[in-house]
């Protein structure tokens, strides 16, 4: 199946700074999401973005599909902004997302 | 409902017992999905249902897993004589469509088997 990698797996902010994530992968796609799974488990949908660029407040992220990559930028990190971010793409020829081991973000005060 | 209802939310049972979890998806949304997390660790997938079939299953990781789905809406997944590596948060996604459409996720089943 389709191989993912994110990287990095850890990550401390400073409250205010910028960060990007990083995910490759191995397959083409016909689907990609980032969720944020926040200290309590909950998975959040942040981007379906199979290709292209997409931004959402201080959040956006950008997928070269011919390059098999995606990345999430965060501006002016938040305390809320703490927990594991996760992508998860599906190959062109599966049905379920293959999810990576996520990037996990702490934001200090 | 609004989003995709997950019961129970904490289930604890005893090594050998069977367990049934239950997922209630978006109204009108024809894909199933149920993924498995184990502690620090990414989501494994499990099984698709696209209605009430299920193309791909596989990601059952053994016998003692089934699931099914039933007037296209409601799935159970059922563990059968649960082992301590049972315990984990079990997922459950479902879309619209069952091709490239954006997964909605659940707030999941925690199992802790003793």
């Known amino acids: 199946g389709i191989q993912v990698e994110q990287s990095p797996p850890d990550l401390i902010l400073q409250e205010g700074a910028n960060s990007t994530l990083r995910c490759n992968f191995s397959?083409?796609?016909?689907?990609l999401q980032w969720f944020h799974q926040n200290p309590w488990g909950q998975l959040i949908n942040l981007f379906y973005?199979?290709?292209g660029t997409k931004q959402n407040g201080r959040l956006s992220a950008t997928t070269v599909a011919t390059e098999r990559y995606s990345l999430l930028y965060i501006s002016s990190s938040q305390t809320t902004d703490s927990g594991v971010y996760f992508c998860?793409?599906?190959?062109?020829?599966?049905?379920?997302?293959?999810f990576g081991k996520g990037t996990s973000l702490l934001v200090t005060p | 409902g609004a989003g995709v209802s997950q019961s129970p939310s904490n289930k604890v049972t005893e090594k050998g017992k069977d367990v049934e979890l239950r997922c209630d998806p978006i109204?009108?949304?024809?894909?199933l999905y149920w993924y498995r997390q184990s502690l620090g660790q990414g989501l494994e997938f499990l099984i698709y249902?696209?209605?009430?079939?299920?193309?791909?299953k596989s990601g059952l990781p053994s016998d003692r897993f089934s699931a099914e789905r039933t007037g296209g809406s409601v799935s159970t997944l059922t563990i059968q004589r649960t082992q301590q590596e049972d315990s984990a948060v079990y997922l459950c996604a479902s879309s619209g469509t069952s091709g490239s459409g954006e997964l909605f996720f659940g707030e999941g089943s925690r199992l802790t088997v003793l």
């Open positions: 397959d083409s796609v016909n689907n």
């Open positions: 998860a793409p599906r190959a062109g020829s599966g049905y379920a997302l293959n």
């Open positions: 973005i199979p290709s």
């Open positions: 249902f696209q209605g009430n079939s299920a193309p791909d």
């Open positions: 109204s009108g949304h024809t894909a």
